[in-house]
């Protein structure tokens, strides 16, 4: 196993022109306008997170490898994979940092704007079809998932793989899959070739990328990326909170008096969106229209006509509820590590004209 070349790494970001965040490790996020030109971001404009180098994996010697408390050990190539019962899904990903660039005070970590964030059609196979043939025995209660890549982090001595765990009890009603497809291509470097997990409505960071061994523990798992990076309080980050973005029109642009459309997208890992408000200026909040397919797992567009013409600059936000009841926060709620920021999205905009603002 070796990594893969940076400056080509760079140039496939740049020719996507996403944002480099950061080289060494590769991060890049997504323009908020390219995620609205259709259901899925293609491939090459999806959000790089990194914490290592990528790895680069041989297919033809790369293995799964499946132990710990389970019946029978397993040894999964590629072609075993691709063989048994598959399942595709639309997946909407995010980092559990997106957003922190808006908190403040500063919080450590890679500054995020808001376009780490991404939605893809995972294909691969059921994890639990994999945990099944294995045989989980019943004291498992934790499940850990490898990555191959690697790297040093303060605080530890040697090497650290990227590793993170859920619950076994989590497993049957996850539906995580152990995806070698992305939009019906091969999965690619970038995105964990040749198999990563997916796990819908989690953070980002519960799907492993670059996936070579599935353990079955009894005990509680205290990796790296586990109780020191992750977590809120302790508490390991899971389902992702309840959000919405603007994405049309973009921050700061110059629009002319008249009609406009405000576009945008909302998700929750707890539940569908059951709608999503905007508010022009000190206007009351009007409820959006929810459009386009709905996908329990997947971001949901979501569209409302205005006027605006009242002169000078124009403040318009956007916030977003879910069928369990939760609501976006005006303001960012602080944590040391700087994640789960999913206060209420807002944009200025400057107009040229004078009369008020109305919805149509």
């Known amino acids: 196993m070796h990594t893969l070349n940076y400056p080509e790494a760079q140039q496939g970001t740049l020719d996507a022109d996403l944002l480099v965040r950061s080289l060494k490790p590769l991060n890049c996020e997504t ?37 710990g408390l389970v019946g029978r050990r397993l040894s999964l190539d590629v072609d075993r994979l691709r063989a ?14 997106n957003g922190r660039a808006g908190l403040w005070p500063p919080a450590p970590g890679e500054q995020w ?11 691969g196979v059921p994890l639990t079809e994999v945990l099944d043939r294995a045989g989980a025995r019943p004291a498992a209660h934790e499940v850990i998932f490898r990555g191959a890549d690697c790297g040093h982090v303060g605080g530890h001595s040697g090497q650290v793989h990227f590793e993170r765990s859920l619950p076994v009890a989590e497993l049957g009603q996850r539906g995580a899959l152990l995806a070698y497809a992305m939009n019906g291509e091969e999965l690619p470097a970038h995105h964990g070739y040749p198999l990563r997990l997916v796990v819908p409505g ?21 990796g790296h990326f586990q109780a020191d990076r992750y ?5 390991p980050l899971s ?47 009007q409820p959006a229209w929810l459009a386009g397919e709905h996908h329990r797992h997947c971001w949901q567009r979501w569209e409302l006509p205005v006027r605006l013409t009242r002169p000078g600059t124009v403040t318009i936000q956007a916030r977003a509820t879910d069928l369990a009841g939760q609501t976006q926060p005006d303001q960012p709620e602080w944590n040391a590590l700087g994640y789960a920021n999913n206060a209420i999205h807002q944009v200025r905009l400057a107009i040229a004209n004078a009369h008020p603002v109305s919805t149509i």
């Open 31 to 67: 323009p908020l306008p390219a995620l609205t030109r259709g259901l899925v971001v293609p491939n090459a404009r999806f959000y790089v997170r990194n914490h290592f180098g990528i790895p680069h994996l041989d297919p033809a010697s790369w293995r799964l490898e499946v132990g």
């Open 239 to 285: 389902l992702q909170r309840v959000r919405s973005l603007i994405t049309e029109p973009a921050l700061g642009k110059a629009i002319e008096p008249g009609s406009i459309v405000i576009r945008g997208l909302a998700w929750s890992g707890a539940a569908p969106i059951a709608r999503v408000e905007v508010r022009c200026a000190d206007d009351p909040w």
């Open 84 to 97: 048994m019962p598959s399942a595709s899904a639309v997946v909407t990903l995010e980092c559990a940092g």
């Open 231 to 235: 977590h809120i309080g302790g508490s």
């Open 113 to 123: 704007g808001l376009g780490a964030v991404s939605t893809a059609e995972w294909t």
């Open 202 to 222: 989690w953070y980002a960071v519960a799907s492993v990328k670059w996936l070579t061994s599935i353990e079955l523990t009894d005990r509680l798992f205290r």
